[in-house]
């Protein structure tokens, strides 16, 4: 069975003190009991302590000091950064590290700093440079004859191929360490990489043989000295046999549907059919070895926790509660899990530990829930919220969420409170007390939108965004606010009108809702047939008729859709009722939240165009043939005293650095291939020799910032996102916001050359020429004449085009 890993594997950073603690010298007795107090400080988990000193000792250390000096510190600080979480600071030390290492050519020293580094990119979700780190690490680390040094390279090769999916080679990697530990004679190196092995074995080994092995480990760990590192290594232990739990009770639930999926009588391809078949077939845990796995986790919790108590390491015994409420929480002893749980929120309180805090209290608002107390699960998790949120702010200090663990460890705080919230709304008479719950649950889902977008881009654009954006908290005349929310068990959507919010709920669950957008999306891009519309139309008819009457009553015109999940990967404007598309009926606007809108009527009269295409083959992309009609078309649309044009060669990055420096521009047309990833380090715009990367964009495009006329519009013609991926799709609706522009045109996926013409321009002579239109009734007008002709009726030529962002 292959999953996703779900769980920490554990490296070899602290490995470093056991080697290099001897040989780090001090000029001074007093800096030499600085160093002995922060590498205490280290052992007992008070990193914060730690790291203040050994950054003292390194700003404090002679220019003429002996670089395994230097580099011994700057190990010492990657290391406890990375403990911290903080990548930015880690990447900030061992970059000189490398360079020290590159210049002494001691294998040794390089060994250890190439298997930090691949740590290092495992954690920020770049597995393939870890992998190549770790290479270079073993290579050179067997040089050195030295067991323990290649035995920690072995370890970190491990870890990168297991995040990779390579689990037999993997487990493999992870037993040759656990040989070169046994010969070197260091029994904790054992212990890590024998937990390691295990971990990976849970993704890809029967689980009855995982169990098996998990029993040879206990007495094992009655041979490591009690200290810190122990403490956490029992943790670590526990989580194991918690994991293998969780992935038994998966197994459970997929051989359960793919039963009923076979007994339905549905009918199925014969892939679908081979895959229900071979779930079924799947073996999980016995009874008594699922009793086993829970005592082993039990058992490892609670030492761990007494340990960590004698050590007085207030983080670790936190720890150790907070998974001993959990381990009894999967068990629905939930009386005992409640118990252990507020332990855990004494400890964590007491040594002020927000980020072990803010799940003690979600897992008390869980606890809660199966009991049937919503009250006091809604305060909980209100709790877990307040914590939650500040401890997401931290990017100046260079924190990150580790790739994979947002989705697993933040947005269900948010949804299962917001869940809650609704459920409550529904049932309450009182108008006031309704909107209020309503509002706070919109409020509550916009918090996971902008920690979202702020954890994709990795900056503080969505916060800048946020304090000069004017949230749709009033109605608007003729705008209708639609905010879905696909929930585990049912969709709910909030639709904002004059008279308020209002919560329909239609009974279909979460997961169908995610199918069926990316069922549609895939038909959307197949013009061929028109097997889109069996998706298009059901999506209508959860999202937007059962409001049609309230649409009609209060004469809207235009739709603002703060999308969620997959939906980010559709144009609503492709909904059909039977009849119609929904742009034939509405202006559709898309945003990624309604604290990142700021709509504002533009005077276009006055404004400058700064138009730039790309029309040759470059960097193995294909020609854009009607790029030069589109720039002139425009250019004849908007006048040429009004704009700037560069075309092909004219455009690269330093040019179009030049152009915004030099003057003010109220719209940037881009009329050139891009590509948007779930990375946003590959996500770029091509330019004629290179690519401009969203960071490079905002930076260029924020020169401008500090003027009266920042830029209004930037239009992407030519770009595509990712199919299947929802992050790819955020990036796209974050485009604006990290460009530093007030709303975006940009592309869902590569439309046909002429259609994206007729529809660029026509958006512009409306917008210029039509009266006052807004943005999105000239992008709505643009479509319909597409719609209206044979050739391009199907969405696959119109419906990619999004407005994003500010709509008037």
Known sequence: MKINLNHKIISFINLFILLTAPTLQATTPVAAATINQADQYFQQGQLEQATKQWEQILANLPADAPSSERLELLLRLATAYQNLGMYRQVFKMLEPALSIIEQTKDAAQSAIVLSQFSDAWLTIGDAEEAKARAQDAV????????????????????????????????????????????????????????????????AYSPLSEVVTAMQTLPPKLLTVPDNHEKASLLMTFGNLGQNLLHTDNQLAKSQQAAQQLLSSGQLLRDYEKAAAQASVAEVGLTPAQRQTAAQLSYQAFQESGQLAKSLSDASTEANAYTYLGQLYETEGRYEEALTLTRQAIFFAKQGHY???????????????????????????????????????????VGYRFPPGSFDEMVRPVYYELADLLLAKAETITEPAEKQRLLLEARDTIESVKVAELQNYFNDECVTAMQKKSKALEQAVPRIA??????????????????????????????????????????????????????????????????????????????????????????????????????????????????????????????????????????????????????IKTIQDIVGVNRTHRMMNNEYSIESFHDQLKATEYSVIHLATHGEFDADPDHTYLLTYQSKMTMDKLQGIIGLGKFRDKPVELLTLSACKTAVGNDKAALGLAGVALKAGARSAIATLWFVDDEATSIVISEFYQQLLHGGGLSKAKSLQNAQKKLIVQDRYWHPGYWAPFLLIGNWL
Not at 167 to 181: G, K, N, P, R, V
Request: net charge negative; charged share 20%; hydrophobic share 40%.
């Open 139 to 202: 290579e050179d680390a067997d040089t050195t004859k030295n067991p323990k040094l290649l035995a920690m390279a072995l370890n970190s090769l491990g870890n990168a191929l297991t995040v990779l999916g390579e689990y037999e080679e993997a487990l493999a990697t992870y037993q040759d360490s656990i040989e070169q530990a046994e010969q070197a004679g260091e029994s904790m190196l054992v212990l890590k990489a024998s937990l390691n092995r295990l971990k990976a074995a849970v």
């Open 354 to 396: 927000p980020h072990i805090l803010y799940r003690c209290y979600w897992q008390q608002g869980r606890i809660f829930k199966a009991q049937g107390l919503n009250e006091e699960s809604i305060a909980a998790y209100r709790l877990a919220n307040d914590v939650l949120r500040p401890i997401q702010q931290v990017l100046d």
């Open 481 to 630: 606010v639609l905010y879905p929310i696909p929930l585990k068990e049912r969709l709910v959507v909030l639709v904002s009108l004059a008279a308020g919010i209002q919560q329909i709920v239609i009974p279909v669950r979460g997961e169908e809702v995610n199918e069926t957008a990316w069922r549609l999306r895939l038909g959307l891009q197949t013009r061929p047939n028109n097997r889109f519309l069996y998706q298009s139309q059901k999506l209508y008819d959860w999202l937007i008729r059962p409001m049609e009457t309230q649409l009609a009553d209060q004469q809207v015109d235009t739709i603002v859709v703060v999308p969620d999940g997959k939906l980010r990967m559709i144009p609503f404007s492709t909904l059909h009722d039977g009849k119609h598309f929904l742009i034939e009926k509405f202006a559709i606007v898309t945003t990624p939240g309604l604290t990142l809108t700021d709509p504002q009527s533009i005077n276009w009269q006055d404004s400058k165009m700064l138009l730039i295409g790309l029309s040759d083959a470059v960097q193995d992309y294909p020609p854009l043939g009607n790029v030069p009609k589109e």
